[in-house]
């Protein structure tokens, strides 16, 4: 181990929270197998050969978006741009119908800052899904988006989360985080919430008692420093509120967008993203290896270095393989459950919450 990880080891032996300058000296250090081996000591003591899975399936609805971040390959500015597309209420459903299978416990819908929608749109989708899918719990719509609804129909975030809980929102993604530093957001996405906006709609949120994930996105043009504090600020929330279930790091893919001249992470440099991040974060419960972004293998593999959940299924994912994942459009359960097992973990499907999942074999 190289000298200057053999204080955060002790520290982490002990159960100490690290700094921020810790977090900094792991991503300086090249020993990438002690700071993975760290990390998977912690996920261990949390969790065991546990890992998580489900069985999920992701709905865009539109891509029309408003905001016009450098990085992203899946929105398109206005209605009626080439790959533009809204779903109506019955397109929604006519889309889910075809790909639901009984079994499936959860939708994920995240979908662009569609300036041509009345509100209404929203509760309509979730009551559709709820009436017509009653299974599957609806994580659903980015603190990006929460804040949009409030800002464009004149609502707080409390008026908004009620209406939609009532039509049968049941928690938040973790999406729209990117990097809090109002120095990346300024570059890279810069017309939509802010940081402390992001954070205000998730702290609402689990006010409200809904549960909630969180992300980073990493590898655009972010410091080592700003991604740990990125991390600081989702585990002071997590200190105040107790709600978020799951970090999920995003690695930043450069195809189909803006960024194209920036070349995304090595699969070193995910591994230590997941590592750090599961060893700053001791108070989120899970980190997720979402094999979409990382790509079955370093998913895997991110699973020995503090990753303790796979994501799920997914079926024809849209934000990253428009933008360059070679990821396959879905994973099968027992393709999961292989994975996890020759890893040498034990898979246990899950619900959208971290509840067990028995499945007669
Ligand atoms: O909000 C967009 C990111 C997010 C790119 O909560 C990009 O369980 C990298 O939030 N390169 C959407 N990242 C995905 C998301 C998510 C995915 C899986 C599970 C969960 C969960 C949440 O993807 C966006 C943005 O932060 N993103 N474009 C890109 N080119």
Redesign the pocket.
């Known amino acids: 181990m190289t000298p200057s990880l053999v204080p955060i080891r002790e520290k982490v032996e002990a159960g100490k929270r690290l700094s921020a300058a810790d977090g900094e000296a792991l991503f300086a250090s090249p020993d990438l197998l002690s700071i993975a081996q760290m990390a998977h000591g912690v996920r261990l003591k949390k969790h065991g050969l546990t890992t998580y899975y489900n069985w999920n399936l992701h709905l865009n609805s539109t891509n029309v978006c408003e905001a016009n971040?450098l990085?992203?390959?899946?929105a398109r500015l206005k209605t009626g741009m080439s790959q533009a597309f809204t779903m109506s209420i019955e397109d929604a459903e006519r889309w889910i119908r075809e790909r639901y299978r009984p079994g499936m416990t959860e939708i994920?819908i995240?979908n662009g800052l569609n300036p041509d929608l009345d509100f209404d749109y929203y509760p309509s989708l979730l009551r559709m899904i709820r009436r017509e899918f009653p299974e599957l719990h609806i994580?659903a719509f980015?603190a990006?988006e929460i804040h949009y609804f409030a800002k464009k129909y004149g609502l707080s975030y409390a008026e908004v989360l009620s209406v939609l809980r009532d039509a049968g929102l049941g928690s938040l993604?973790?999406?729209?985080?990117?990097i809090f530093a109002e120095r990346v957001r300024r570059k890279i996405c810069r017309d939509k919430a802010s940081a402390d906006e992001w954070l205000a709609v998730h702290r609402a949120a689990h006010g409200a008692g809904l549960k909630s994930?969180c992300?980073m996105?990493y590898g655009t043009i972010e410091s080592p420093a700003e991604r740990i504090d990125h991390l600081i600020r989702l585990r002071s929330l997590q200190d105040e509120t107790g709600g978020f279930q799951?970090f999920?790091p995003?690695?930043?893919?450069?195809e189909g967008?803006r960024m194209e001249r920036v070349p995304p992470p090595t699969a070193v440099d995910d591994l230590r993203v997941i590592a750090i991040s599961r060893l700053m974060l001791d108070n989120i419960p899970h980190i997720?290896a979402?094999w979409?972004?990382l790509g079955v293998k370093t998913a895997q593999t991110a699973l020995l270095c503090g990753a303790n959940d796979m994501?799920g299924t997914v079926t024809e994912e849209k934000?990253?393989h428009m933008?360059g994942s070679h990821s396959p459009d879905a994973l099968g359960l027992s393709e999961i459950r292989r994975l996890i097992t020759s890893a040498g973990l034990s898979p246990q499907e899950r619900t959208t919450t971290y509840g067990t999942v028995h499945r007669a074999a």
């Open positions: 971040c990085f992203c390959s899946f994920h995240v994580k980015t990006v993604p973790g999406g729209g985080a990117e994930n992300t996105l799951v999920i995003l690695a930043f893919h450069n967008n997720k979402y979409v972004m994501d934000v990253y933008a």
